[in-house]
């Protein structure tokens, strides 16, 4: 759709004079809908169509900054026409644009008639909250927390470009939506090449671009210039790592490499282990180049054996606000580790095992925790992996204000506990999301992980992670 001519609407309402006269002589005529809220599904992306015009909300010719204007245009359900709920507490919402990450905004907190209605940067504010109402045959208002006033379109408009504002509710057909529900999540965004992963990290070099590494034998690297278009890069090992095999079984699958780039060094944690135990190891190797044949293995990080409750894979480095190393690891058994590392050599600094996330035999692995305005968040992956298009992964995630924990969700429940407020999950023919890992870019927070296709196959996902007024993550 080219939307670069768009010049949206600004009429005089000529009709609203002579509808609120009517009303006050026959109250009657306006519809007694049913004044409760209607079930939204927070997770979903919704279209919202207006019933008098039949168009769609949407973002003016597909801006992404404060204070673009809200219209109505022919439904393409593009992201620029994909809302999200937010749940705002006490029955009301915040729209949530797909393409932008900014809600529907009553301009300047206007409780005034005809005020426009805007995208802006999510703060939760009373003139971002909306109560949704039903009215009938599937249609429901949405009335602003501020002004108590309905999103309408101005003058019942039935052009592309028609504004989009708040007015007393009148229950007029300008001022009832349907909510089209689409799939629960955006899709992962537009890649190309050797996009072929399992368990992907990606950290940015310090000429710009993008090196990835994945499980695979002797882990697989891919480089990128432009975090879309993906080439092979070989192998971490070319000549083996021997020194894992009694842990494999003699096999060269490695499994889910983790890098850092940390004073002027590559710092690789990954693991070696075979399906269904935790006879386990977690080595280190480092490199000044991160190329393939690079890497020096410095040995043994932590093991666990088949005496231990924990399992000591999917490794994640993170470093705190005090300078201070980690390592979070685990799966299944009993759930998610940390042991204080060594920033002088990479390995444990004390004998001390820290749990920090479980579900009391259910199964949670491949963490991951990265730091965001004064929390630790830790994402997670629950349920199942390695199951083709019939993998259950989903990404979870609970944050905390120290890095050891305690780590909670949405809801305050401990991660310890089972908690976890979801992030992304399978939708339409995107199967079992999972094993992900967080970048910081140019452009923002970035989420890598991959997903199956139909036929099985997985691939790499990559979605903008942004974060609403509460300070939880959402992709889009």
Not at 21 to 41: E, F, M, Q
Not at 370 to 384: A, E, I
């Given at each position: 759709m080219d939307t670069s001519a768009r010049s949206p609407a600004w009429p005089r309402r000529v009709?609203?004079?002579?509808?609120?006269?009517?009303?006050?002589?026959?109250?009657?005529?306006?519809?007694?809908?049913?004044?409760?809220?209607?079930?939204?599904?927070?997770?979903?992306?919704?279209?919202?169509?207006?019933?008098?015009s039949g168009k769609a909300l949407d973002v003016y010719n597909r801006a992404t900054n404060d204070g673009a204007p809200l219209v109505q245009w022919s439904r393409n359900d593009g992201t620029n026409q994909q809302w999200q709920f937010v749940d705002s507490g006490g029955g009301y919402y915040r729209l949530r644009s797909s393409l932008s990450g900014k809600v529907a905004d009553i301009s300047g907190r206007s409780t005034a008639d005809g005020a426009d209605v805007i995208q802006y940067t999510d703060k939760n504010a009373t003139n971002q909250q909306f109560r949704v109402v039903d009215t009938d045959s599937g249609y429901v208002k949405l009335i602003n927390r501020n002004s108590g006033k309905a999103l309408e379109i101005w003058e019942w408009s039935t052009a592309d470009g028609g504004r989009v504002s708040q007015y007393a509710d009148l229950n007029g057909a300008n001022q009832q939506w349907q909510l089209v529900k689409l799939t629960s999540y955006p899709g992962p965004g537009y890649v190309t090449g050797d996009v072929t992963v399992h368990d992907p990290e990606v950290t940015k070099k310090p000429d710009g671009t993008y090196l990835l590494a994945h499980t695979g034998d002797n882990i697989t690297l891919k480089t990128s210039s432009d975090r879309t278009a993906w080439r092979n890069a070989g192998v971490a090992f070319p000549g083996g790592a021997s020194w894992t095999h009694a842990y494999t079984n003699g096999s060269?699958?490695?499994?889910?490499?983790?890098?850092?780039?940390?004073?002027?060094?590559?710092?690789?944690?990954?693991?070696?282990?075979?399906?269904?135990?935790?006879?386990?190891?977690?080595?280190?190797?480092?490199?000044?180049?991160?190329?393939?044949?690079?890497?020096?293995?410095?040995?043994?990080?932590?093991?666990?054996?088949?005496?231990?409750?924990?399992?000591?894979?999917?490794?994640?480095?993170?470093?705190?606000?005090?300078?201070?190393?980690?390592?979070?690891?685990?799966?299944?058994?009993?759930g998610?580790?940390?042991?204080?590392?060594?920033?002088?050599?990479?390995?444990?600094?004390?004998?001390?095992?820290?749990?920090?996330?479980?579900?009391?035999?259910?199964?949670?692995?491949?963490?991951?925790?990265?730091?965001?305005?004064?929390?630790?968040?830790?994402?997670?992956?629950?349920?199942?992996?390695?199951?083709?298009?019939?993998?259950?992964?989903?990404?979870?995630?609970?944050?905390?204000?120290?890095?050891?924990?305690?780590?909670?969700?949405?809801?305050?429940?401990?991660?310890?506990?089972?908690?976890?407020?979801?992030?992304?999950?399978?939708?339409?023919?995107?199967?079992?999301?999972?094993?992900?890992?967080?970048?910081?870019?140019?452009?923002?927070?970035?989420?890598?992980?991959?997903?199956?296709?139909?036929?099985?196959?997985?691939?790499?996902?990559?979605?903008?992670?942004?974060?609403?007024?509460?300070?939880?993550?959402?992709?889009?």
């Open positions: 009709l609203a004079l002579a509808i609120l006269a009517l009303l006050a002589v026959c109250p009657s005529l306006v519809a007694a809908g049913p004044a409760h809220a209607a079930t939204i599904d927070t997770s979903a992306s919704y279209v919202l169509v207006n019933r008098n060269n699958t490695l499994w889910a490499p983790d890098i850092t780039y940390v004073n002027g060094k590559y710092f690789m944690y990954y693991a070696a282990s075979t399906f269904g135990s935790n006879h386990s190891g977690i080595f280190l190797a480092t490199s000044t180049t991160g190329a393939s044949g690079s890497w020096t293995n410095q040995g043994l990080v932590i093991e666990s054996n088949t005496s231990d409750n924990w399992n000591a894979i999917d490794p994640n480095l993170v470093v705190d606000d005090q300078g201070r190393w980690w390592l979070d690891f685990g799966s299944f058994w009993s998610i580790k940390m042991v204080q590392l060594d920033p002088a050599t990479g390995k444990r600094l004390n004998s001390t095992i820290v749990s920090i996330s479980g579900r009391n035999g259910g199964a949670t692995e491949a963490p991951f925790i990265y730091r965001h305005g004064g929390y630790y968040y830790q994402f997670v992956s629950f349920d199942l992996c390695c199951k083709g298009a019939s993998s259950t992964y989903r990404i979870m995630v609970g944050r905390s204000t120290s890095v050891t924990g305690p780590y909670v969700d949405r809801n305050g429940t401990a991660m310890t506990s089972g908690g976890g407020t979801q992030v992304l999950a399978g939708h339409g023919s995107i199967h079992g999301p999972g094993h992900q890992a967080v970048l910081a870019d140019n452009d923002g927070d970035i989420l890598f992980y991959h997903w199956y296709a139909d036929d099985g196959s997985s691939r790499l996902g990559i979605n903008k992670l942004g974060w609403d007024g509460a300070g939880w993550p959402y992709v889009y």
